[in-house]
């Protein structure tokens, strides 16, 4: 009997010492999670073979100076991202994609940004899947993100 008392005020000693060295848990600093990029559009490059897409949203004109974008795809075939395009905040608007003006309108308070699709997945079948998303970086930390 006493044994077994033993045992157990043993145990208990060793749960309740390492809960003392422990960290609360309202101390154990978390990442905070990254907003999300809103108003991201994809669709067909205008005057193209059907390889490239057109990414658009809409610029922060109270980025901070640092802040960068960084473009990503990837496929369904080829698994992971693929990193197409970092850029500043201030560089490539909707003003830096040449089209005659009947096919485009970008503005100056956009991002637009073209990725060749046949010059990262080579020639891909008709009715291909593929997934892009951008990220915001801000003195190197993760601000915000699209959804895929």
Not at 13 to 40: C, D, E, M, R, S
Not at 89 to 98: R, S
Not at 124 to 133: D, L, M, R, T
């Amino acid at each position: 009997m006493i044994k077994n008392k033993l045992i157990l005020l043993i145990i208990s000693t060793v749960f309740t010492a390492g809960n003392a060295y422990a960290k609360p848990a309202a101390a154990i600093k978390k990442p905070a999670p990254a907003a999300v990029l809103a108003g991201l559009t994809a669709g067909d490059m205008p005057y193209d073979a059907g390889e490239a897409v057109l990414l658009r949203w809409p610029a922060a004109p109270d980025a901070a100076p640092g802040t960068t974008y960084a473009v990503q795809v990837s496929s369904a075939e080829a698994a992971g991202w693929r990193q197409v395009a970092e850029f500043g905040a201030a560089e490539k608007t909707g003003k830096d994609i040449e089209l005659p003006f009947w096919a485009w309108n970008g503005a100056k308070n956009e991002h637009a940004v073209k990725v060749e699709l046949n010059n990262l997945f080579g020639d891909f079948p008709p009715g291909s899947v593929f997934n892009v998303k951008v990220s915001v970086m801000e003195k190197g930390a993760l601000k915000a993100e699209s959804l895929p």
